[in-house]
């Protein structure tokens, strides 16, 4: 049976620092490209993240570079997100989410998780 399982979410102040995971139970990190994906109040899901054999690992926009960090144990068949420098535009919440194609076909990830909220507020 497969299951994506994030955990990590919570409050944080601005400039603060968390680190998501997701673990995945009825397929193997390689077999798929697995997405981190978020979804802000009032506004549709959008890609943070991605890996996939065929990738590596790819950000969706230039505003998460360089402040989040994706990372995958394959042992654990875990994917992480360290997110670092929070702002208040990085309020949502955070799903994992997986897809047999490539990470550049966002339409056709899915399989999400129960996701994990993020809130960045003073």
């Known amino acids: 049976q497969v299951q994506l399982v994030e955990s990590g979410g919570g409050l944080v102040q601005p400039g603060g620092s968390l680190r998501l995971s997701c673990k995945v139970s009825?397929?193997?990190?390689?077999?798929?490209?697995i997405g981190w994906f978020r979804q802000a109040p009032g506004k549709e899901r959008e890609g943070v993240s991605c890996?996939?054999?065929?990738?590596?690992?790819?950000y969706y926009r230039d505003s998460e570079k360089g402040r989040f960090v994706m990372s995958r144990d394959n042992a654990q068949n875990t994917v992480y997100l360290q997110m670092n420098s929070l702002n208040a535009k990085d309020t949502a919440v955070y799903y994992c989410g997986f897809s047999h194609f490539t990470c550049r076909d966002v339409a056709m990830f899915g399989s999400w998780g129960q996701g994990t909220q993020v809130t960045v507020s003073s």
């Open positions: 890996t996939s054999r065929s990738d590596g690992i790819m």
């Open positions: 009825g397929f193997t990190l390689d077999d798929r490209a």
